[in-house]
């Protein structure tokens, strides 16, 4: 079972979030100008990486707060745990984080 660490809350049981897709996606500054297909691929189309992915999560059985996570989406590791106003992580240091301890 996957354990998801919330920054509020701590660490809990998967069953406690729900998935709330790819993270640090911009909307557009003006979705009226866009074509119909450049509305499709913002809605629609998401990155679908093998490794590590930023997602977002919403932990509904406790805070209720919306935070970000980097899950390696080969292992399901958790890589990192940040709130929505802290600075994504630099993937490359916690692939090697990662790693270096399992080694």
Sequence with gaps: MLQIECP???LRDETEYKYGGQAHVAYPEDPSALSDEEWAEYLF???NPKGPFAERWVHT????????????????????VYTNSDPRPVISDLVADSAGATA
């Design 8 to 10: 509020w809350c701590g």
């Design 45 to 47: 189309f998401r990155d």
């Design 61 to 80: 059985g406790g805070c209720r707060k919306w935070f970000n996570a980097v899950r390696d989406t080969r292992t399901y590791e958790v890589l990192a």
